[in-house]
Structure formats: structure tokens, C-alpha cells
């Protein structure tokens, strides 16, 4: 493993990590991260695939991580900015250190959402989606549904207007957000469009022409997410997409928990060669 720095369009400095095998299968994967995720959650991973000839790279979106400025307050980011500039620095790197390998991506969350916001991500053999779907409120069960209202309908804006960016690990959210990214999670939760909602906000989206194979990842005791969802995503804004799907069930963790992260614990590695075995 060695630390890597990219450079975005609008000349932001983005940390990341390249995993290189001994030897390389001429395959790499690129890893987008869930939101207010860090990337060494996925270090494990990375390392696991590595030992199969696979070249990994993972990074943490402007905000996030190492990629966090000294001050998150009035810091301008967006999950936006993170599909449109910071995905792109890492397909720009990748195309241009590593021109001839196959190249596949796997999107945890709202890192499989973003897809559709960058143009190269129709260079990508395959998918690979893990707890993500078209979150809106609507999809949810009904307790999960007067959480989400409760947090993202009202303290979520109040508190990120009083902080200038969103504290989200006080609730076991993760890294705290800037302020814009937050305010596009709310759009994700709270907007009926949800996914398309956003897509609909940047210049070009690119979701409806990627026809690629996606295996579709989702734990049974994953609370945030339905099989509603998940098939409302497919269906609503990856159309022309071909998907496999996979529910992964508790019993088949060590430690009886995927969850929604906890599938990329190293104590959950007996449950990657699903993973492995559709890229292979």
C-alpha cells in the first residue's frame, strides 16, 4: 500500500491509496466510499483483493478523511462535487497510470450513486453496488421512516446551520459532512426522486446509458435499506443496467453482522469472495 495524492479539476488535493499485488492480473478496482466513510475501512478489502493479482484504489471525497481541510466550517463541498471532480481525478489517474487494465469499480452507498455523474464510468467492466439504493423515506419501514423524517427533516438543517457543517459522528452517522454534502443527503432521504433528483442538479448525468453487469449487495440487517430501494434504483436510474443480486444473510458473518458498513470488516473477509469471484 502507498499514499497517493490527486489533484482535481478545481486544484483540490485529494488523499488516496494504491494496493499493488506482486503480481498483477492487469485488473484494478476502484473503491468509492460510503458517505462520511473513511478510507481505511476499506483497507482490508483492498488488501484481500490484492492477493489475487488485483490493483485497488481508494480515496476520501473532499471533507472526508484526509481529505478533510483544517476547517469544515463554510467548507464547499457537495456529494455533487464529489461525483463530478473528485470521482473523476481518480478515473483521470487511473486511465492514466494503468491505460490497459480492465478496470471495475465498486460503489458502497452514495459511492455507487455518484457513477452517474462522471463520463468514464461507461470505461468500467463491471459494478459492484453495496448497501445502496434510492434511499427516499417512502422506501423505508415504518420506525426507520419517523427516524429519518425526525432527523433529516428537522435536525439535520437546523444543526448544520448552527455548526456551518454537519457533526454526523454525535449520531453514529460517521465523519462529519460539509455543509453542502448534507444538505444532498437530505435531498437523497427526504426528495421522492431521491438519486435522480440529484442527478438532475449537474450539468451532464450519465446513469441512464451504463449497461454494464452490477452485482447488488445487500444485507439483511441493513435497517437503512429495502429491497424497494434497491430495485427502485435499478430500475429508476441504472435502466439499462444488468443486475445480479445478492442479499447477504447474517449467518453468514462471523459475527452474525453486515449491517450497513460492516461488510468491509476484516472479520466479514469470508463474505468478499462474492466479490472476487464476479470480477474474476
Known sequence: MKAVSLQTSDGFELSAHLFEPENPNGKIVVVNSATGVKQQIYFAFSEYLAQFGYTVITYDYRGIGKSKPEQLKGFQASMRVWGTRDFQAVTDYIQYHFPHYKKYAVGHSVGALILGMNKDSQKFEKFIFVGTQKAFVGHLNVQTKALAYLGFGVLQP??????GYFPAQYFGLGESLPSGSAK????????KKSTNKLLEKIPEEYSRT????????????DTWLTDKGVKKLMSETYPAMKPEYRLMRTVESKKRTIGHINFFRSYNRNLWKVIADFIS
Do not use: P
Not at 437546523?158 to 455548526?163: D, L, S, Y
Not at 444532498?184 to 432521504?189: E, G, S, V
Not at 451504463?210 to 440487517?221: K, S, Y
Open 210 to 221: 451504463l449497461n454494464q453487469e452490477v452485482l447488488v449487495i445487500r444485507a439483511e440487517d
Open 158 to 163: 437546523v444543526i448544520t446551520r448552527i455548526f
Open 184 to 191: 444532498d443527503w437530505r435531498t437523497l432521504i427526504l426528495n
